[in-house]
């Protein structure tokens, strides 16, 4: 059998809509159905283990209004949704902010903040890209995001107050991975994210003041050299 049979045979079990007799018999295997089994509970628990991680914030605002088993439920809804389809686990939770958005009971802000969340571990854990060097004309880093909303979800986020309500307004958060390769969450003034949005926008420079330019250099959230820099650098 191929590897994408049995995993096709073996989802079934894992979503819980197939007992370990039954996929056991299917595969041919005799006295399989105990080790299955197990092998199910694992899968269930590691990939709501992904969950728990990625979405810590998430989970802790679900949690405090309306329970630990309304979560569980609704990390089991999402899978049997959208049935895992990377072998690296957290990757299967990249539909999961959608999903909660809109489930009876969540909070209006709630897909804000997962978005939020799962752009900050996608900048964590993004394989370095050789793109983001130093060398080249100014840029935004590959793994800068602006995430727009309508609740300061960020500024929750940090203050860990979980029964407490995120502020109501319009918010703009960049999500990057600095030089030091830490994903970073950070609030622009109205000039640094003019500048983000128009070098995202692929727009000719220049974006903004230089002092403007330079922080962004400094944070990591621009990569390159600024037009008329780089030959001013060679000549020194």
């Not at 979800?153 to 918010?171: F, M, N, S």
């Not at 960049?174 to 070098?199: F, K, N, Q, Y």
């Not at 962004?216 to 820099?229: E, M, P, T, W």
Request: charged letters at 25%; hydrophobic letters at 45%; proline letters at 4%.
């Amino acid at each position: 059998m191929r590897l994408a049979g049995l995993f096709s045979t073996l989802q079934p079990l894992i979503e819980g809509t197939a007992d370990a007799a039954t996929v056991a018999k299917s595969l041919a295997i005799e006295g399989a159905a105990e080790g299955l089994q197990v092998y199910a509970e694992m899968c269930r628990k590691l990939r709501r283990d992904a969950i728990d991680v990625i979405h810590a914030g998430t989970r802790e605002a679900v949690m405090v209004r309306v329970g630990e088993a309304r979560w569980a439920a609704w990390v089991e809804a999402y899978f049997h949704e959208r049935p895992a389809q990377s072998f690296e686990l957290n990757e299967n939770a990249a539909g999961f902010g959608e999903f909660v958005a809109r489930q009876a009971g969540s909070p209006a802000w709630l897909g804000e903040l997962a978005a939020l969340e799962w752009a900050t571990w996608r900048a964590e854990s993004g394989p370095d890209d050789p793109r983001d060097s130093a060398e080249g004309p100014l840029r935004a880093a590959r793994s800068v995001v602006v995430l727009r909303g309508s609740w300061d979800v960020a500024a929750w986020l940090g203050e860990e107050a979980w029964a407490a309500e995120p502020v109501r307004g319009e918010t703009a958060t960049v999500v990057w991975r600095d030089g030091e390769l830490d994903a970073c969450r950070a609030t622009p003034i109205d000039e640094e994210l003019a500048a983000i949005e128009a070098a995202l926008a692929g727009a000719p420079e220049p974006w903004g003041a230089d002092e403007v330019v330079e922080d962004l250099l400094a944070a990591g959230i621009f990569v390159g050299a600024r037009s008329g820099h780089a030959h001013e650098d060679m000549s020194r």
